[in-house]
């Protein structure tokens, strides 16, 4: 029996659809999770067709369960993770169990924003940077020195999703931000805070050559944290920029060694340089799977898993269309009562995708990270102001209910 198995997933966005992807395949799927809720959800996942919860922190128990599933006679093909904290844990886990393609190394580096930045040291689109570490520097001797770069990024080196990433604008905010941060890490990031357009960009690397799968606008909105509120796919990129982003990245990718893989890297354009803000070892998560399959006709999450089957992916574009994704947030905390407009948001033109995430009683926040955010709106068109007119506009017909707290 060809077995997959995929280290945790969240209920939407791509590392869902990858499972569902494995299924199509013709692949039995194994889901290790450590959410207890999930199993209590088991019925609402029919793609998965064997779900084991698993302390994902404890090495000897995931192999434990990987004999348990040799022994039940299923071949495991392929091991692997569409979250982030878990890709390397998969891809090692993989190496050790079945034939992979995948280079593990390059994504342990990704994975860590202090290790890429260490990487990357003195590359011309990487910015500035600091370490601090407690055992070099006392607080005072290292705000002192780094208060002279302010404004500065403060993040944690395993943040995603712009969890525990901070702008700070003065000598205050930015010891209030390492103390924050002290509590859960040994090292904090400082980094030069970039001004200009942002951009996603996709790649899959085959044999060490790297092919950018989508380009992708991003509308940051600062609420508390950097929240990339809207993502506008960009079909028809003229040859000059392209150009320029495969130059770019190539060069970036170069020092990591990857062979064969996945990842995003988000960019800023600053006075006409591409600069790095982060790369991430996978696909991004969230819409990011359903925009290119809207836009370009092409499932990046099935063919992700083609790469590590050592198969060749399909990249071939289908269609162009210019795609944009408008996410839902809110403005108070409080629990969740009801959520309106849905149906009638998904009846405006060129709409192709309405998701709300959080269920009746859970509590919502406005965002401090990506996955505060509440849901989104997918439109497409051949006309990019059109694409995003009509997501914005379905929009402002969700309404959510909260009871403050």
Not at 113 to 135: C, D, F, I, M
Not at 149 to 166: C, E, F, H, N, R
Not at 287 to 300: D, H, K, P, Q, S
Request: aromatic share 8%.
């Amino acid at each position: 029996m060809r077995t997959i198995v995929f280290i945790e997933t969240n209920k939407s966005g791509s590392s869902r659809e990858a499972i569902k992807a494995a299924e199509r395949l013709g692949y039995f799927t194994v889901l290790f999770t450590n959410r207890q809720k999930y199993m209590q959800q088991r019925t609402e996942f029919p793609e998965v067709h064997q779900m084991i919860l698993v302390e994902l922190s404890n090495l000897d128990e995931i192999r434990k369960n990987l004999h348990n599933l040799h022994q039940q006679g299923k071949q495991i093909k392929a091991i692997m993770s569409f979250v982030h904290s878990y890709v390397h844990l998969a891809a090692t886990l993989s190496e050790e169990f079945c034939s992979t393609v995948v280079s593990t190394d390059a994504i342990l580096k990704m994975e860590n924003k202090v290790l890429t930045r260490e990487l990357l040291k003195g590359h011309p689109n990487s910015p500035y940077y600091e370490l601090y570490n407690s055992n070099d520097y006392s607080l005072e001797y290292f705000v002192d020195i780094a208060k002279n770069y302010l404004p500065l990024i403060v993040k944690s080196p395993t943040s995603a999703g712009s969890k525990d990433v901070m702008l700070v604008k003065d000598e205050k905010q930015l010891k209030l931000a390492i103390q924050a941060l002290k509590k859960k890490n040994k090292q904090i990031l400082l980094e030069e805070y970039l001004e200009g357009p942002q951009f996603l960009i996709e790649v899959l690397v085959h044999n060490g050559k790297v092919h950018i799968v989508a380009i992708i606008e991003q509308q940051i909105t600062f609420l508390h944290r950097f929240i990339v509120t809207g993502y506008s796919l960009l079909p028809h990129v003229n040859q000059r920029m392209y150009d320029s982003v495969l130059d770019t990245i190539t060069s970036i990718l170069k020092p990591f060694n990857m062979r064969n893989g996945t990842c995003h890297l988000e960019m800023r354009l600053v006075n006409g340089v591409w600069k790095l803000i982060e790369i991430n070892p996978r696909i991004s998560g969230g819409a990011m799977n359903r925009i290119i399959e809207v836009g370009y006709g092409i499932n990046l999450a099935e063919e992700t898993i083609q790469l590590m089957l050592g198969r060749e992916p399909r990249l071939t574009k289908k269609h162009r269309k210019y795609v944009y994704a408008h996410y839902l947030t809110v403005d108070s905390r409080g629990i969740l009562q009801k959520v309106t407009g849905k149906e009638l948001s998904s009846q405006y033109p060129g709409i192709e995708e309405v998701y709300i995430k959080p269920r009746q009683g859970q509590i919502v926040r406005p965002p401090l990270s990506m996955g505060d955010r509440c849901g989104y709106i997918l439109a497409s068109s051949y006309n990019k102001l059109e694409a995003k007119r009509n997501a914005i506009r379905a929009a402002d017909n969700i309404h959510f209910y909260i009871d403050p707290i």
